[in-house]
């Protein structure tokens, strides 16, 4: 079993910051990315940035600028810093990780339980 479990999140006034956080752990061989996904009610699932193992980094075209990504590969971590926050940053954010529970197993995705952030003043 795998377990991700976000925490943060939470309400701001449009131009805060707030950061997530997502752990990790259970049967783990290797994680290949972790990332962050939201959804906005009545909308799909979208990316919002994610970290391969070699530490690059891709982050959806709204959130450029404003959010940054950062992982601990030792903890199994990954954290979200947003900053500038926009009423449209409005949406339940997600951890994600793509890994391998053993050396033979192949990758698969995990996720967290999703934590609500809301930008409102």
């Known amino acids: 079993q795998v377990q991700l479990v976000e925490s943060g999140g939470g309400l701001v006034q449009p131009g805060g910051s707030l950061g997530l956080s997502c752990a990790a752990s259970?049967?783990?061989?290797?994680?290949?990315?972790m990332g962050w996904y939201r959804q906005a009610p009545g909308k799909q699932r979208e990316l919002v940035a994610i970290?391969?193992?070699?530490?690059?980094?891709m982050y959806a075209d709204s959130v450029k600028g404003r959010f940054t990504i950062s992982r601990d590969n030792a903890k199994n971590t990954v954290h979200l810093q947003m900053n500038s926050l926009k009423p449209e940053d409005t949406a339940v954010y997600y951890c994600?990780?793509?890994?391998?529970?053993?050396?033979?197993?192949?990758?698969?995705?995990?996720w967290g339980q999703g934590t609500q952030v809301t930008v409102s003043s």
């Open positions: 970290m391969p193992r070699d530490g690059t980094t």
């Open positions: 259970g049967r783990i061989f290797r994680i290949n990315a």
């Open positions: 994600n990780a793509n890994l391998k529970t053993s050396w033979y197993a192949d990758p698969d995705d995990y």
